[in-house]
């Protein structure tokens, strides 16, 4: 099992940059593929990025793609999310996720606001 607790969220303007940060506790932290997934009141919640395990693979949505990049560090049982050139859309809670290839992510974390006023 994995407890994941997200942190860095914050207001911020646009253009500009914020890191959120994933840790996990638990055994085992290098098995699981890591994605981050963002959710605004009365929308269902969306991919953002995800990463596998060893970091050599990523994926991003089209919305952050170029703006947005998503690294894990094994060593710290961490995972990032840097996000530069924000805008006002992309306001939102930001979830980390944790699951085993090629299942479904079963393991979340509370979620930290990200607030970006223009």
């Known amino acids: 099992q994995v407890q994941l607790a997200e942190s860095g969220g914050g207001l911020v303007q646009a253009g500009d940059s914020l890191r959120l940060s994933c840790a996990a506790s638990g055994r085992s932290f290098s098995a699981y593929a890591m994605g981050w997934f963002r959710q605004t009141p009365g929308k269902e919640r969306e991919f953002v990025a995800r990463?596998?395990?060893?970091?050599?693979?990523?994926g991003y949505s089209d919305s952050v793609k170029g703006r947005f990049t998503i690294s894990r560090d094994n060593a710290k049982n961490t995972v990032y999310l840097q996000m530069n050139s924000l805008k006002p859309e992309d306001t939102a809670v930001y979830f980390c996720?944790?699951?085993?290839?090629?299942?479904?992510?079963?393991?979340w974390g509370q979620g930290t606001q990200v607030t970006v006023s223009s």
């Open positions: 990463i596998n395990w060893s970091g050599s693979n990523t």
């Open positions: 996720a944790a699951r085993i290839d090629p299942y479904e992510y079963v393991y």
